[in-house]
Nanobody, 117 residues
Framework: QVQLVQSGGGLVQAGGSLRLSCAFSGTTDTMNTIKWFRQAGGEQRELVASITTFGFMNVADFVKGRFTLSRDSSKNTVYLQMNSLKPEDTGVYYC???????????WGQGTQVTVSS
């Protein structure tokens, strides 16, 4: 299992920026990808971005150009930088670790992001 601890998030005005962190530890030898999801209200969780252990990154079209990923291998931490935030970006953001089969290895505790108009 992989343990993930999230930090960051909070309340920001539209157009502002936030950075979310996801620090991982534990049994990471089978870990292939860290994914960021978000869930708003009673909606389904949606994939926002992902980064593989090789550094390949992918960002959903609806946040492309505004959200970027980075990582600090020395800290076992992945970051989601969110710029030009919109009210529709409001939700609980989760990071998750996955193996190369796409099976979940662990989840972060979630962090609330609220963007006011």
């Amino acid at each position: 299992q992989v343990q993930l601890v999230q930090s960051g998030g909070g309340l920001v005005q539209a157009g502002g920026s936030l950075r979310l962190s996801c620090a991982f530890s534990g049994t990471t030898d089978t870990m292939n990808t860290i994914k960021w999801f978000r869930q708003a209200g009673g909606e389904q969780r949606e994939l926002v971005a992902s980064i593989t252990t090789f550094g390949f990154m992918n960002v959903a079209d609806f946040v492309k150009g505004r959200f970027t990923l980075s990582r600090d291998s020395s800290k076992n931490t992945v970051y989601l930088q969110m710029n030009s935030l919109k009210p529709e970006d409001t939700g609980v953001y989760y990071c998750g670790a996955f193996d190369h089969f796409g099976s979940s290895l662990g989840w972060g505790q979630g962090t609330q992001v609220t963007v006011s108009s």
